[in-house]
């Protein structure tokens, strides 16, 4: 049973740097990309950044230049680096995975990430 656990989440200052993580576990096939959505109360699920197997990744673009996010294959993880957060990160932010032939979308549990005074 393929499993994603997330970690890292909390609260932090405006400014603030918080660094998720991301592990896969009990998949037997290939993980293809992973990435980094988030919710925040009455708006709908964005994806704030991905990454392919062979490592490029994409952003949402208000994230740009504050957020980076890498994966170690061998691990089966991925991490969110999140630099410079503002209060409209606010958001439960949930780990995807898309694994095996059919690119199946596997989903963590989500983490609260709040940015606060």
């Known amino acids: 049973q393929v499993q994603l656990v997330e970690s890292g989440g909390g609260l932090v200052q405006p400014g603030g740097s918080l660094r998720l993580s991301c592990e896969v576990s009990?998949?037997?096939?290939?993980?293809?990309?992973m990435g980094w959505y988030r919710q925040a109360p009455g708006k709908e699920r964005e994806m704030v950044a991905r990454?392919?197997?062979?490592?490029?990744?994409n952003y949402l673009d208000s994230v740009k230049g504050r957020f980076t996010i890498s994966r170690d294959t061998a691990k089966n993880t991925a991490h969110l680096q999140m630099n410079n957060l503002k209060a409209d990160d606010t958001a439960v932010y949930y780990c995807?995975?898309?694994?095996?032939?059919?690119?199946?979308?596997?989903w963590g549990q989500g983490t609260q990430v709040t940015v606060s005074s």
């Open positions: 990454i392919t197997w062979g490592g490029t990744a």
């Open positions: 009990g998949s037997g096939f290939s993980i293809n990309n």
């Open positions: 995807n995975a898309q694994i095996g032939l059919v690119w199946y979308d596997y």
